[in-house]
């Protein structure tokens, strides 16, 4: 009943929240293993209220481990996913190294939990990119009623989806720049503070960035559907939590606002926050940060194209676009399949 969990990349971002929603959501752990790299190994974290040590990931012995919830980037991944499983570890990857494997489940829980199944191929479920696995919770009904044909998106992107560091810069740039000095520019190319930067992740071929190109890959296997196509632009914005999106669909039969709303109304994972009159509309600030759903707001037939709908999208990039869907991924997982 109970797993032994690790998480890989515990004294970051995303890690520090797995840790908080574990105990929150009072996850069957038996034992909890926290590893990172040397420099944080022997720091201690609190875990439902016990002090835990910090572990060096090249002296870890992941043969304890039932599930390993890996976020410590690509390249960690790549080195240690494999020993993981090697080990005989099940691991849930919060990275884009596994994800476009085509023997590999990409999940999120409200869309294709079934996947989760898919394990078995090569202990490996892969966890989606924030900014696609919001854009599918709210569209998941929409898909499901009436089918889509073709997305376009905007994202106004949150600085904790790079990072605690680059918390840390936009705090830091706001002060000096609000005190007369000028900012320093590390994690980002460009001053973060006050300004927007259309550049998340590797610039591709096609002119596209690598964050843009998840949106279309992700979209594509996690509906399972290669007809939908997408055309998006995602945008780096001075917020510290939750990813924002304006996302237009094109549908492939009609759909009126009310019935849209009604169906996120009752869509799991979602909350419709939608009364103009009462400026009722979701922020990250005032609805989605240290928050679960996803929020949907400003739902509307679109003005410039027939059967189009566009809709606003907002949730905890750190919470639903990460740490919570990797523990619901591990949920489903020890209940259902181990
Ligand atoms: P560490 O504290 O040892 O640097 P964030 O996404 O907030 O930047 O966090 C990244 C997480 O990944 C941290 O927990 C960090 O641990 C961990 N990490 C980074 N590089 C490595 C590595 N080479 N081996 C293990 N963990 C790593
Ligand atoms: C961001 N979406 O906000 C990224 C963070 O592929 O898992 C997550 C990167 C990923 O910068």
Redesign the pocket.
Known sequence: EKANVAI????????GTIREILEERKFPVDNLYL???????GERLMFNGKSTM?QN??EFDFSQVDVALF???G??SRE?VPRAVEAGCIVIDNTSEYRYDDDIPLVVTEVNPERIADYTNRGIIANPNCSTMQMLVALKPIQDAVGIEHINVCTYQAVSG????AVEELAKQTAELLNGREATAKVYDKQIAFNVLPNIDDMQDNGYTKEEMKMVWETNKIFEDDSISVSPTAVRVPVFYGHSEAVHVKLRAPLAAVQAKELLSNAEGVTVVDDMIQLDYATPVTHASGKNDVFVSRIREDVGMENGLALWIVSDNVRKGAALNSVQIAEILVKSYL
């Open positions: 890989v990349g515990a004294t970051g971002a995303v890690g590893v990172a790299s040397e420099r944080s190994a910090v990931i090249d976020s410590a980037g390249s960690v240690y790079s990072g605690q560091k």
